[in-house]
């Protein structure tokens, strides 16, 4: 079935580093493709998504592109603040019989130090 | 207009109780779907409802886990007698529908429910 892989956590970086969070996903056809971010104590919130191949989602900063050929969304961000920290997970939207359906990674927790 | 709400947003039970959690879809949203979160871990998907009708349950424990979403009122996901492992974080999403257009696969997401088991 479809899936979404992302690379384990925790990503430890310092202020103004560049943080990649790799995406890799399994599907047969073309699915949408999202980041979502949780902040502690809260729930998920959307953070950026693309809906097929070579669309770039961007937003805080933030940014992901589809790639097709290599199956990636790979999370990029040039320059991360503290305030950066929480967990992010990618997720694909996928039909099938029932409707929609969203499938999620396991997260990856980033750590921003000052 | 409010986003998805959740509650209890925190809910501490012994085991052997029940535990019932609430979800108020954004409005306007037909479709609720209940995630589950792990200490440590990620997300796995439960159930998607509309209302009156449960669509995909095959998230769901067999034992002691419904859930359903009537025409009127919130989602509820009922946990029976509890055990320890069932202490986690509960998300409710929903989404406007099923069907094609960028709106129909954006699921919002509540706060969650923490429950904790003692």
């Known amino acids: 079935g479809d899936s979404v892989t992302q690379m384990e956590g925790p990503v430890t970086l310092s202020e103004e580093a560049f943080l990649t969070i790799n995406c890799t996903y399994t599907?047969?056809?073309?699915?949408?493709l999202f980041w979502y971010v949780q902040y502690p104590g809260e729930g998920l919130q959307l953070l950026l998504k693309?809906?097929?191949?070579?669309d770039k989602g961007s937003n805080k900063g933030f940014e992901a592109t589809y790639r097709k050929e290599t199956t990636s969304f790979h999370l990029e961000k040039g320059s991360v603040q503290v305030s950066d920290s929480a967990v992010y997970f990618c997720?694909?939207?996928?039909?099938?019989?029932?409707?929609?359906?969203?499938?999620f990674g396991g997260g990856t927790r980033l750590m921003v130090k000052p | 207009n409010a986003g998805v709400m959740q509650n209890p947003r925190h809910l501490v039970r012994r085991r052997g109780q029940e535990a019932r959690l609430r979800c108020s879809p954004m409005?306007?949203?037909?479709?609720v779907y209940w995630y589950r979160q792990l200490p440590e871990e990620g997300l796995k998907f439960m159930v998607y409802?509309?209302?009156?009708?449960?669509?995909?349950e095959s998230g769901m424990p067999k034992e002691r886990f419904s859930a359903e979403f009537p025409k009127e009122g919130p989602s509820i996901l009922r946990i029976q007698q509890v055990v320890r492992g069932d202490s986690a974080a509960y998300f409710c999403?929903?989404?406007?529908?099923?069907?094609?257009?960028?709106?129909?696969?954006?699921?919002?997401f509540g706060a969650g429910s923490r429950l904790t088991v003692l």
């Open positions: 599907a047969t056809g073309y699915p949408s």
């Open positions: 999403a929903s989404s406007p529908r099923s069907g094609q257009g960028s709106g129909a696969n954006v699921l919002t």
């Open positions: 997720a694909l939207h996928f039909r099938n019989n029932a409707g929609n359906m969203l499938t």
């Open positions: 409005k306007g949203h037909s479709h």
């Open positions: 409802l509309q209302k009156e009708n449960i669509i995909d």
């Open positions: 693309a809906t097929k191949a070579d």
